[in-house]
């Protein structure tokens, strides 16, 4: 009996020692590197075609006409109520009938708010919106005329640009005839993208709705180059871009070429984020009809055409000979530095390149007569792959890879 207690005890003393071993507290410290990241770099290779010339004949707009509607973008809002977002222009119908004489005097132009009529807070406090309007331009030389009509209810300032070219922002009738012109100077129009932009305030009135204090704007853009007979007759053929991923556009959309023609082209390459070495190839061209000689004859030559003018200077690279047909037309355009820009210039000759001159001269057994009534039509495209770790001396790959 005694032997059992005893047993007992000794039991109880030993779990009462684990139980104050488990409490015993160690200075301790952590730390943690949070949210780490291994990110896989890019490379983006975008193009553009800002120059072109066919048989010295320099490619550019002739003409440009705008009229406000719906293409017109709101960007902006002050003075509303709300939240707001970019979205295009509304047209107003039915416009009040003050705005019926401005409507007809703009044909085609119609008259657009940021909705289909005023909303009454708009009626009634001082709201500004703005409207803008994004169209190219390409011409280097400028000598033509710019001619911008515009109407609003109420006031309306104008900017071509970064340049206000005019400000009626105080004039409470400019929905009346006749419509305020605006005034440009030299180097308001830019060669690419220009933006038309208009910051429109309707004056308030108290307890007003949209049939008593309507707001609009109505205007007509119209740009004339001057353009020559020759180079009206290329801007219906030629296609000049800013810096994009390509889809549909054209370096060369020519239907008349004969022996002697050539033409240059300034080609840039933007390459975003890292180092890339950048490839061209002629991944495909089709003849019709089918090995029509057409090919054979037209000869490319490409080199650095650092001051883009579509001359080679005496200090740019020569990228290629003066013989290169489409058919083995591949060139390595060097590396670009990220966030970097290749100027390519091109030149082609229905013919043989010599220096400056393209040399169309043949005989009907040898020459050029074979290829009358050919057509080529031929994909150019580039290549862009990473410099880091592609080191020694590279190659392009003999055909353009597939991504």
């Given at each position: 009996m005694n032997k059992k207690i005893i047993v007992s005890l000794m039991t109880i003393t030993i779990v009462a020692v684990a139980a104050i071993g488990g409490t015993?507290?160690?200075?301790?410290?952590?730390?943690?590197?949070?949210?780490?990241?291994?990110?896989?770099g890019t490379i983006k290779l975008t193009v553009d075609h800002t120059r072109q010339s066919y048989n010295g004949v320099d490619c550019q707009t002739c003409t440009e006409k705008l009229y406000s509607g719906t293409d017109d973008v709101v960007t902006a809002m002050a003075g509303g109520t709300g939240s707001f977002a970019s979205h295009n222009a509304l047209l107003v119908n039915p416009i009040n009938s003050a705005w019926v004489t401005m409507e007809a005097s703009l044909t085609p132009a119609k008259w657009v708010w940021t909705a289909n009529g005023t909303s009454d807070w708009d009626a009634q406090n001082k709201v500004t919106y703005t409207f803008e309007r994004t169209f190219q331009w390409w011409d280097p030389s400028f000598g033509g005329t710019i001619n911008l009509s515009v109407g609003a209810d109420n006031g309306v300032k104008v900017w071509l640009n970064d340049t206000m070219v005019c400000d009626y922002s105080t004039v409470e009738k400019n929905y009346q005839t006749p419509a305020k012109n605006c005034s440009f100077a030299a180097g308001d129009l830019h060669q690419g993208t220009n933006i038309l932009k208009f910051e429109v305030t309707n004056f308030p009135i108290a307890g007003a709705t949209n049939a008593n204090n309507p707001a609009g704007l109505i205007y007509n853009l119209a740009i004339n180059g001057n353009c020559s007979g020759a180079e009206s007759a290329l801007a219906q053929q030629c296609q000049?871009?800013?810096?994009?991923?390509?889809?549909?556009?054209?370096?060369?959309?020519?239907?008349?070429v004969k022996p002697g023609d050539w033409g240059t082209n300034v080609i840039s390459l933007h390459v975003t984020s890292n180092d890339a070495h950048v490839c061209m190839y002629v991944p495909s061209y089709t003849s019709v009809p089918v090995q029509a000689p057409l090919a054979n004859y037209i000869n490319f030559y490409l080199w650095n055409d650092e001051n883009q003018n579509g001359v080679q200077d005496g200090s740019e690279a020569t990228i290629t000979t003066t013989d290169s047909t489409l058919a083995g037309l591949k060139a390595n355009l060097g590396e670009i530095a990220g966030n970097g820009t290749k100027y390519l210039g091109v030149r082609w000759c229905f013919g043989k390149i010599s220096g400056d001159t393209c040399n169309g001269e043949g005989t009907n057994d040898n020459g050029y007569n074979s290829a009358q009534g050919n057509e080529l039509l031929a994909d150019l495209g580039f290549y862009a792959v990473q410099t880091r770790h592609n080191d020694g001396q590279f190659e392009c790959p003999v055909t353009m890879p597939e991504y």
């Open positions: 015993v507290a160690y200075f301790s410290s952590t730390q943690t590197s949070e949210d780490n990241i291994i990110k896989a000049l871009w800013n810096a994009k991923n390509l889809a549909g556009e054209k370096f060369f959309n020519f239907n008349d």
